[in-house]
């Protein structure tokens, strides 16, 4: 058996070593210490012949200086293993913190860094790579689908699909991470890697370093072009700001991004907006930088008071007229904001209304956000058939405040808004009734804590729907009428005979956010146990004469004891 220790003693000697031999030795090690199955020779010789023409020269004085005593250059410029992959910031912050963690590397904040925006820009991912693996970066929950189910099944026992999918190596690149995976982590073998049985098929791990090999190659026709046309982004100026907040609804409001002076790809922001459906307005001022020519990653703040700030991951088009992403904060990473900014001019900008769905029959006051609507009036704002503007109330810049009624016999469908020369497709909704809501996620997941780690919250969200044309729920052309204000409960999931976990896994608040109690065991719970369990997360909402329900199931769970998170060593 290989101990990390015997890793980790062998590390700094191999890595000295070119990197045809520094893989080579790997392999032998491993293969021996762990009797495991290795590539062909065929194969092994495709790869050497590979790492001979493959890698990225570094020429970063800093990056060779920060990692040379291990990762020896060749006669190319090339350092060991850094020079055959190419990732996202947060996965070279990760390999930095792994580096700090398992082989004593000593490295300052600011060199720390500086080598990631070295290796983020010139060992990075092209647009077109990068979207697909966005889910990561954002730390959105990971249900994403994937090709190839068997190759998912191998990875994701330990860690999400995103960690793999915004990764780029060469083939034998791939085959060491298998080996450190079994130095550092033995029981990848027996979980994950390895048949329990005979079987005469290539063992999990042997097909799945045959389809990444293929499918997440170093070199590749998207990175070839992008990294030909990189160029720092000229972001700075105005920008309209649309999101939506789980739980909470529609925000709007605009961004200032000024450029840091004598850098390219630094910015500090001002930002502020308001949330539509309670007029709660946030001021916010933040620093970023832009990785790879298009990968915004920030960290913005509410006042003095606000000591964690919400971190802000964003992708900014190649035409540099927009971005999109998520900003989030929580133990977890749980809690944020959905995020799509838009470049401003000197044309009118109309980013939503509120509400966003209108019954017919109905007299309203519509407010429309955006920037550069001082000059709305109500011959210029068209809402579509049935909808009438009798007077634009109030116009200010970024508000138009708009009296607008449903004719009776209008007809149930989405409206798209013009104003002069601007326009919004499906901008806002008409009904006659409501037919049902549904609460999302209609599963859910929370981990207790509090005492020794932090809790991770579960914010559900309850939306109306009308049933369409068809009149049958859940079908393509159901209507979605957008979050209404419905009543939050908990009842009982019933799994165990007297079971009692309604009592002891927290709270619901009445926006839908699930609080859960404290980790450890509980003295007034029989048999001592911890404050997990299974419970329905109840929306209760009136809808006229009816009263609607629907339910979510939630899983209250113990924390994540091992976590390996990038994010907590280099913030921006």
Known sequence: MCYKGQILGLEPLRMRLSPLATRLDCLLIVGLALVVATPSTVAAQAAAAEAVDAGIPIADATVRQACGRCHAPDDEGRLSRISFRRTTPEGWQQTIRRMVMLNDLTIAPETAREVVRYLANNHGLAPEEAGPAAFEAERRSDD?????????????????????????????????????????????????????????????????????????????????????????????????????????????????????????????????????????????????????????????????????????????????????????????????LDIALERVGTAPVVTGVHPGSIQVGQTVSLQLYGENLAAATAAALDLGPGLEVLRVVNAAPDLVTAEVRVDGDARVGGRDLFLDQTSLADALMVYDTVSRIAVTPDAGMARVGGVRVPKQFQQFEARAYHDGPDGEANTDDDLDLGLVDATWGLEEYAATFGDDDLRYVGDIDGQGRFTPALDGPNVERIGNRNNVGDVWVVATYPAGERTLRARAHLLVTVPNYLRWDPTAVERP
């Not at 390219?264 to 946030?282: K, L």
């Open 144 to 336: 994403q689908a994937y090709e190839d189910a068997d190759v998912k099944q191998t990875c994701t026992t330990c860690h999400s699909m995103g960690r793999i999918v915004s990764q780029r190596r060469t083939a034998e690149e791939w085959r060491l991470v298998t080996a450190m995976h079994r130095g550092y982590y033995p029981f990848s073998d027996f979980q994950a890697f390895r048949r329990s049985g005979e079987s005469d098929e290539p063992e999990p791990v042997d097909h799945a370093v045959e389809h990444l090999s293929q499918r997440f190659p170093l070199e590749s026709p998207e990175w070839s072009a992008w990294s030909a046309t990189m160029r720092a982004p000229r972001i700075a100026g105005t920008w309209a700001l649309r999101g939506h907040a789980p739980g909470i609804g529609a925000v709007y409001g605009q961004v200032t991004i000024t450029p840091t002076p004598g850098t390219d790809d630094e910015f500090t922001t001002d930002t502020s907006y308001v949330y539509a459906r309670d007029g709660r307005r946030v001021i916010r001022t933040g620093q970023s930088i832009v990785y790879t020519g298009f990968q915004w990653r920030g960290r913005s703040f509410e006042g003095a008071n606000d000591t964690d700030g919400l971190r802000e991951v964003m992708f900014v088009d190649r035409d540099w007229q927009s971005m999109r992403g998520r900003w989030f904060t929580g133990g977890y990473d749980e809690i944020g």
